[in-house]
């Protein structure tokens, strides 16, 4: 990847970190850019997780650096770039379990001031399930009502981490387009995930985290043509 | 944040009648909620809404510092200096 372009509304650069010794990102960048959806590919333990979690200041990056709108941080924190715009959904729920969802779901209108809540609901399909405790919650329920969260939000930078994973596989490309609508109103979209044929049915721009960094493969024609990602990553049915 | 944590904990046994063994209790608490909040991702949700985590860890550890000066007082109301 090269250096910072005006382009990007969100760019985490040279990213390094490491657990008790285990260098899990050596130096590792990733981008979002307004209406393009990026995936995120890599392997388990690749290091996708960590990279978006020192992206956001959940993680402390050993070095590295983000630069969201314009700005610079060395030491980025989730508050402070959700101020401006920034919505995170970690891949283990976003979901508080002590609060019923219709009490955090009035959190995020009232801050962001939404009037669109019940058109998120409803499109979601999880108008029904406002009253109910997290834990009561299907995974694929769980996973829509964090997307319609997002939705109400009306972010400018949406990161989802494997936001596939629990949905039911005829469900997916209803998520997709969701996706791709928020993208198409110029929000600027991270995607994980492992489901190789989705997101890649998803992806604007792909990029394979692998060896603790990042290579920027391109378009989907692109990273399919890249004979070492479709080698190690996607494997033979990806042709 | 932990500077500041020890600087209030310093204080409380300064100024308060607030013993160092209480004042490692609301210690040892704060860092329990703290893993908690972290494990819970509840950090996260707020994070989102814009919520830093100095003033989550603020609020809460308002009610335990309040209950530790709380207990400090009535113990030595009752028990003496």
Redesign the interface.
């Known amino acids: 990847m090269t250096s910072a372009s005006n382009d990007y509304l969100f760019l985490a650069d040279s990213v390094g970190k490491s657990f008790w010794g285990n260098t899990v990102l050596k130096s590792a960048t990733m981008w979002a850019r307004p209406g393009v959806i990026t995936v995120l590919f890599g392997l388990n333990g690749s290091g996708k997780t960590t990279l978006i979690r020192c992206a956001?200041g959940?993680l402390r990056a050993d070095h590295g650096m983000v630069r969201y709108d314009g700005r610079s941080y060395l030491s980025p924190?989730?508050?402070?770039l959700?101020?401006l715009g920034v919505?995170?959904v970690?891949d283990?729920?976003?979901?508080?379990?002590?609060m019923r969802i219709d009490k955090?779901l009035r959190?995020?209108t009232e801050?962001f001031e939404a009037s669109d809540t019940e058109e998120w609901l409803e499109r979601l399909g999880v108008s029904h399930v406002l009253r109910r405790p997290v834990h009561t919650l299907s995974g694929g329920e769980r996973k829509r009502m964090e997307l319609a969260m997002a939705g109400i939000?009306n972010p400018r930078c949406l990161i989802l981490d494997e936001p596939l994973t629990e949905i039911e596989p005829k469900e997916r490309g209803f998520v997709n387009g969701v996706l791709r609508e928020m993208s198409a109103d110029g929000c600027a979209i991270i995607v994980t995930g492992h489901d190789v044929d989705d997101l890649m049915a998803l992806a604007d721009d792909v990029i394979w985290v692998v060896g603790g960094t990042t290579h920027g493969l391109g378009t989907t024609e692109e990273a399919k043509a890249h004979h070492q990602f479709r080698r190690e990553y996607i494997g033979p049915r990806g042709s | 944040m932990w500077f500041l944590v020890r600087a209030s904990l310093a204080a409380f046994g300064l100024i308060l009648p607030v013993a160092r063994v209480e004042a490692l209790i609301v210690l040892i608490v704060l860092v329990l909620l703290r893993t908690e909040i972290r494990w819970s991702h509840e950090d996260v949700m707020l994070g989102n809404l814009g919520v830093s985590h100095l003033t989550i860890y603020a609020v809460a550890a308002v009610p335990v510092i309040t209950l530790e000066i709380t207990a400090g007082v009535v113990g030595r109301l009752l028990l003496g200096p």
Do not use: I, K, N
Not at chain 1, 77 to 80: A, D, G, M
Not at chain 1, 92 to 98: A, D, Q, T, V, Y
């Open positions: 956001l959940l924190r989730l508050h402070r959700a101020r919505f995170y970690p283990r729920g976003l979901l508080s379990r002590r955090q959190l995020v801050r939000r």
